[in-house]
């Protein structure tokens, strides 16, 4: 089968829906189908890749946003999918690209929206600082992603999350065609081997510990957070290093905020090779996950296959994806969560950390998403390649 998929908001930059839509396609080609994806980029091109075909089509930037860009030309885009011919499809943006769900009912193609986000975390980001107004603002925009939720799943033939955290906007409007289906890990590449003592040496030492913020600096991943958590745990008597690991439009006024208190933080940048990322997150003593609107959290998952400890915010999806081999932080203090994972014993809360990682696996992941679709493995079932039970309107582990 041909499974066309479209993202927006993908860059070569981009984390965890990019290394999603990669692992994915390379599942479903391994399946024995027909992965295209479709994305935005600076200029077009099609080229095969071991995740499948990959179809960039031009697209302007979204201002202010870091480098991300917008499928917006609708006619192309229909032109583009009425020659491809797709026997499914699978859409990763639930506002922009909300028309492809009637283009799919149209032409007789069943449709899956996958939800990276929650509509109703982002639309009430910052309300809770705001008072009264804040209040009002988290109302407002509970209602508007209400409205928006339903009209998306009226559209698709299954909306798919990969957390309860992430399915409740969907649940308490008693959305029948809604499936949960938890992402994976590289457990390969993300292992506590990756551990490099010269790594370390680089920005700790012997006395030191070492934390690491891997991610996206925007303002929903909330990184002003770990640097907070660096000065508060200097404050106690922790020789606290901070590695941050990303870029984004914060990064400016992050550098600006660690100059100015004298933190000893280091910005590495984005990483482009995966390998770097896993030694990193390996060589950690803790990993910090401050962003209160992540829906999975794939680069703390990343961090827990290592064998590295993670805190995240209660507010967030990571509280079920870390369970015991983390810490989860009600409000701001960070600092807090750390210690907490620094006073257990380092070999348990590195093995405790690897054991959780070792529940999520991409062939599991992989044959939900083909049970999504409707379709099995080449001349093998979905059961083979991973967790199914998904009829219309369960939800599962």
């Not at 790594?199 to 991610?215: E, N």
């Not at 093995?351 to 529940?359: G, H, K, L, T, Y």
């Not at 044959?367 to 009829?391: I, K, Y």
Request: charged share 20%.
């Amino acid at each position: 089968m041909r499974i066309v998929r479209l993202a927006n908001c993908i860059t070569p930059r981009s984390g965890g829906v990019r290394t999603t839509l990669r692992e994915l396609g390379a599942g479903y080609l391994a399946a024995g189908h027909q992965p295209v994806l479709i994305v935005p980029g600076e200029r077009d091109s099609d080229e095969r890749t071991p995740a499948g075909r990959v179809i960039t089509v031009r697209a302007p930037k979204i201002p202010l946003s870091g480098g991300y860009r917008l499928l917006v030309r609708k006619g192309h885009l229909t032109a583009l999918l009425e020659s491809l011919r797709p026997d499914r499809l699978e859409v990763s943006d639930r506002t922009t690209l909300r028309w492809t769900g009637p283009w799919a009912r149209r032409h007789g193609v069943p449709a899956v929206m996958v939800s990276h986000e929650s509509l109703t975390g982002l639309l009430g980001l910052g309300a809770a600082h705001l008072g009264w107004a804040g209040g009002l603002i988290a109302r407002s925009a509970a209602a508007l992603a209400d409205a928006l939720n339903s009209r998306t799943a009226r559209q698709y033939s299954h909306v798919v999350c990969t957390t309860r955290w992430a399915a409740a906007e969907f649940e308490r409007l008693g959305i029948a065609n809604l499936l949960r289906i938890p992402l994976g890990v590289d457990l390969a590449t993300f292992h506590p081997r990756q551990r490099s003592a010269a790594l370390r040496a680089r920005y700790a030492g012997p006395q030191d510990t070492l934390i690491v913020h891997c991610g996206r600096l925007s303002m929903e991943k909330r990184p002003r957070h770990s640097l907070d958590a660096v000065a508060m745990l200097r404050a106690s008597g922790v020789r606290a290093v901070l590695v941050v690991a990303g870029d984004g439009p914060l990064r400016a006024r992050l550098n600006r905020q660690a100059a100015r208190a004298s933190l000893p933080v280091h910005f590495t940048g984005f990483l482009t090779d995966r390998a770097a990322v896993a030694t990193l997150l390996a060589t950690a003593d803790v990993v910090l996950a401050p962003g209160p609107v992540e829906t999975f959290g794939l680069a703390a998952l990343e961090a827990l296959a290592c064998g590295t400890p993670v805190v995240v915010s209660a507010r967030s999806a990571l509280t079920e994806v870390v369970g015991g081999a983390g810490v989860s932080v009600a409000g701001e203090d960070f600092a807090a969560g750390a210690l907490a994972l620094l006073a257990r014993p380092e070999a348990g809360r590195r093995r405790a950390a690897r054991q959780r990682a070792e529940e999520f696996g991409w062939p599991a992941a992989v044959g939900s998403f083909l049970a999504a679709h409707g379709l099995a493995a080449h001349d093998r079932t979905v059961r083979d390649l991973g967790r199914t039970t998904l009829a219309p309107g369960t939800v599962t582990d």
